[in-house]
């Protein structure tokens, strides 16, 4: 098999082509970034199974060249709310099967609307693969599943832990897809479904939670897709929030930040160089204040991503805490490149049950999902539990 990697000299993609070139199925890569140089470095560190291609993906015709080249197309290249329907589109005219880390709400339903074309087309697409979306989508399964009903199903994953302050490493002198994405979802609303009808949210408003074993906690709403698959996949639920988890001074620079985002290109792209950069503006002006992923622990330390379901189990209100024992990363990149190559995998071994656009939760199911994560990821223990639930 041919995979086509677009954006594969970024961080995600060079994380998600380790795993996938362990794959026996994947005999080539062609890795294909913006950044030739990123590129060539990238197949360089796969061996001689991989070969470097510059590619511009705003230029319609180099793009539909290498997609018809291969026989899967993996698209890392972010921000996707700029441009992962523009490989997703080339992947269906060309017939060939897709999957992406797409971690933008509005793009996710965007990408949604695509179902009858890629079911005419015979394309399978798998959609959201990576951390958060992606493993908290198959935490909020389990979660729901261990109740009897389910009324809210939030996710969440910590800015303020290990696994983002290993993907934030700086401050850094330009601004990564990464910082645009921030920007983009925590500025002005964003989408989620509520009563199964989609509805627009203040990004940054404070969600109060519960978490059995941990405590209260003020968490933040964030542009996630979880907010806008889940409540298509259990359309009972009431509310399905997608939240950050911040510090006090945190949230007050986010806030800061975000406060004067147009919404415009060059904005976005201006606020995401501050982010990078780790200045924040509004008050005190040119201090330097923390950088996102930094600043002091959480007064109640929870997860570094988890599904909480509440509802009710035999007749009580319950809650249900689903999470990791274990998070087998270093960084956010690092998981969600090896859900990307379980998703290569379930193409391979054609699991999906037809074609079209799907999301994680109506691909996967936790039973099988978080042993086959385990066994890629720690190979020496195979049988390791990586799923806790705990129910109050």
């Known amino acids: 098999m041919h995979l086509l990697a677009v954006g594969g000299g970024g961080a995600l993609g060079r994380a998600a082509l380790d795993r996938i070139r362990q794959l026996p199925a994947v005999a080539r890569i062609t890795v294909a970034d913006y950044?030739?140089?990123?590129?060539?470095?990238?197949?360089?560190?796969?061996?001689?199974?991989?070969?470097?291609?510059?590619?511009?993906?705003?230029?319609?015709?180099?793009?539909?060249?290498?997609?018809?080249?291969?026989?899967?197309?993996?698209?890392?290249?972010?921000?996707?709310?700029?441009?992962?329907?523009?490989?997703?589109?080339?992947?269906?005219?060309?017939?060939?099967?897709?999957?992406?880390?797409?971690?933008?709400?509005?793009?996710?339903?965007?990408?949604?609307?695509?179902?009858?074309?890629?079911?005419?087309?015979?394309?399978?697409?798998l959609i959201g693969l990576g951390a958060s979306p992606g493993v908290t989508n198959l935490l909020a399964v389990a979660a729901l599943e261990a109740l009897d009903d389910t009324r809210r199903l939030a996710t969440a994953w910590r800015a303020d832990g290990r696994l983002s302050d290993a993907d934030n490493r700086g401050p850094r002198d330009t601004a990564t897809a990464l910082d645009l994405h921030r920007v983009q979802q925590a500025s002005g609303q964003v989408s989620v479904y509520r009563h199964g009808a989609r509805e627009l949210a203040e990004a940054l408003a404070p969600v109060k939670l519960s978490l059995p074993g941990y405590g209260s906690r003020v968490f933040y709403q964030f542009g996630h897709p979880e907010a806008v698959t889940l409540g298509r996949r259990f359309p009972d639920l009431a509310d399905a929030p997608s939240l950050i988890a911040l510090t006090a001074s945190q949230h007050h620079g986010w806030k800061a930040l975000m406060r004067s985002n147009t919404g415009a290109e060059d904005e976005v792209d201006r606020l995401a160089g501050l982010l990078a950069a780790g200045a924040f503006p509004g008050p005190g002006l040119g201090r330097r204040l923390r950088r996102f992923s930094g600043g002091v622990a959480p007064p109640t330390a929870v997860p570094e991503l988890f599904a909480l379901a509440e509802g009710q189990r035999a007749?009580?209100?319950?809650?249900?805490?689903?999470?990791?024992?274990?998070?087998?990363?270093?960084?956010?990149?690092?998981?969600?490149?090896?859900?990307?190559?379980?998703?290569?995998?379930?193409?391979?071994?054609?699991?999906?049950?037809?074609?079209?656009?799907?999301?994680?939760?109506?691909?996967?199911?936790?039973?099988?999902?978080?042993?086959?994560?385990?066994?890629?990821?720690?190979?020496?223990?195979?049988?390791?539990?990586?799923?806790?639930?705990?129910?109050?």
């Not at 470095?41 to 001689?48: F, I, K, T, V």
């Not at 042993?371 to 890629?376: G, I, M, S, V």
């Open 35 to 125: 950044d030739g140089a990123a590129a060539a470095a990238a197949a360089a560190e796969l061996g001689a199974s991989a070969a470097p291609l510059t590619l511009d993906i705003c230029d319609a015709a180099a793009l539909d060249a290498a997609v018809a080249s291969a026989d899967v197309v993996l698209n890392t290249s972010g921000p996707y709310f700029r441009y992962g329907l523009i490989v997703l589109k080339a992947a269906l005219a060309a017939g060939r099967p897709y999957l992406d880390a797409c971690d933008d709400p509005e793009t996710t339903l965007g990408m949604l609307v695509l179902d009858r074309q890629a079911r005419t087309a015979g394309v399978p697409a």
């Open 315 to 392: 007749g009580r209100n319950a809650s249900a805490l689903a999470e990791l024992t274990a998070v087998p990363a270093s960084s956010y990149a690092e998981l969600a490149g090896s859900v990307l190559a379980l998703g290569v995998q379930a193409i391979v071994d054609r699991r999906l049950p037809e074609p079209g656009i799907f999301t994680p939760e109506s691909v996967f199911v936790p039973a099988a999902f978080f042993p086959a994560l385990a066994a890629l990821i720690t190979p020496d223990n195979p049988e390791s539990d990586l799923l806790k639930i705990t129910v109050t």
